[in-house]
């Protein structure tokens, strides 16, 4: 009988991807027999490692559109697939994105452009609307905070100055580094991006706060892994 018509309990000990993952590494297993192992058993019809290939198909067996699936979209469209094992499968998704340029040890001082990225990465990959954020630094330039500014759609998102400035008088924040994301995978800023990073430099020289960079994100953008205002010349220093 084909492997694929047996019950997970009926293959062979070194094909099962528990067993496979104990024996030969987590790296010997497919995409599908990892999601297999979170989700534990599939359906009537089909094993897990079926069920979780499925999935996978709904996606185009891209792991990063699968962590966009919502928990509703994967309990209603997959039968095997309960809330639980939705949540599983999404809190992998989530965990392996933050680790994916998260340091051995934590990031805690910025010095250059890809610094900033790194810091700010997992927060804004992979979001299908755009989210503003603030990092917030020291006289020396370590992080005292990142900060979620706020939340819009899939072009844009309105960024209230105070909601930024209030933040960095409680945080003491002598200097901040500006990010948001573009859900669309162009890098290049928006002329609505260079007006608002200069409103908010404005407003932090009466503070006499720094602003060091603007960075956008975008996971969908294979040849550039971020913009940096700072390195293409964009902020005004004159301001």
């Not at 094909?15 to 104990?22: A, G, I, S, T």
């Not at 469209?77 to 994105?97: D, H, N, P, R, V």
């Not at 452009?113 to 990959?125: E, G, M, P």
């Not at 009466?206 to 010349?233: A, P, R, T, V």
Request: hydrophobic share 40%.
């Amino acid at each position: 009988m084909n492997k694929e018509k047996l019950s997970l309990k009926q293959w062979s000990d070194e094909d099962k991807p528990r067993e496979k993952m104990l024996f030969k590494g987590s790296k010997s297993l497919s995409n599908a027999e990892l999601i297999a192992i979170l989700i534990g058993s599939g359906n009537d019809d089909e094993n897990a490692v079926d069920l979780a290939k499925r999935i996978l198909d709904h996606t185009n067996n891209n792991l990063s559109e699968l962590s966009k699936c919502t928990i509703t979209e994967l309990t209603s469209k997959f039968k095997g697939i309960g809330t639980a094992k939705a949540i599983s499968i999404l809190a992998a998704l989530e965990l392996g994105l933050r680790s994916h340029y998260e340091e051995p040890t934590k990031i805690n001082k910025i010095q250059l452009s890809f610094d900033a990225f790194k810091c700010i990465y997992s927060n804004l990959a992979n979001l299908a609307h755009e989210e503003f954020w603030a990092i917030h630094l020291n006289n020396n330039n370590k992080i005292l905070y990142k900060q979620h500014v706020s939340t819009g759609g899939i072009t844009n998102t309105v960024v209230d100055l105070r909601i930024i400035f209030k933040t960095a008088l409680e945080k003491g924040s002598t200097a901040i580094i500006l990010a948001h994301n573009h859900p669309s995978g162009n890098l290049e800023p928006s002329s609505n991006d260079i007006a608002l990073t200069k409103r908010i430099q404005i407003a932090a020289n009466y503070l006499d706060i720094k602003i060091l960079d603007h960075i956008i994100i975008s996971e969908k953008n294979k040849d550039n892994l971020y913009y940096s205002f700072c390195d293409n010349g964009l902020l005004d220093n004159n301001v």
